[in-house]
């Protein structure tokens, strides 16, 4: 399957971005998926995670509260719904698919990753 991350961009801290993944070459509903980032000179860190039916959510310590991870199957596309950005968050943001029976929430887990997109969060 090919992943296309988008929707990054420059927004003030306390505010939000939408991120979507569109997933195309293969059945999207077989894949759960996962959201990561890489903040400059640091490791790929898992941000949320999500079935493939969308029934079970699962996220980081740092984001849980602030950030929604969903899919709309009939759309091949994923979400990731932050709110209240903190500077800290600015990293660019991966999506990742895994097979349906893992949680995306490792980067072994995942199978396929989309190219990025840069979120960045100015104080």
């Known amino acids: 399957v090919q992943l296309q991350a988008y929707g990054g961009g420059l927004v003030q801290a306390g505010g939000s971005l939408r991120l979507s993944c569109a997933a195309s070459?293969?059945?999207?509903?077989?894949?759960?998926m996962g959201w990561f980032r890489q903040a400059p000179g640091k490791e790929r860190e898992f941000v949320a995670a999500?079935?493939?039916?969308?029934?079970?959510?699962y996220y980081a310590d740092s984001v849980k509260g602030r950030f929604t991870i969903s899919r709309v199957n009939a759309k091949n596309t994923a979400y990731l719904q932050m709110n209240s950005l903190k500077p800290e968050d600015t990293a660019v943001y991966y999506c990742?698919?895994?097979?349906?029976?893992?949680?995306?929430?490792?980067?072994?887990?995942?199978?396929?990753w989309g190219q990025g997109t840069l979120v960045t969060v100015s104080s």
């Open positions: 990742a698919a895994g097979s349906a029976t893992v949680v995306v929430t490792s980067t072994t887990a995942s199978k396929y």
């Open positions: 070459g293969r059945t999207f509903s077989n894949y759960a």
């Open positions: 999500i079935s493939v039916r969308g029934g079970s959510t």
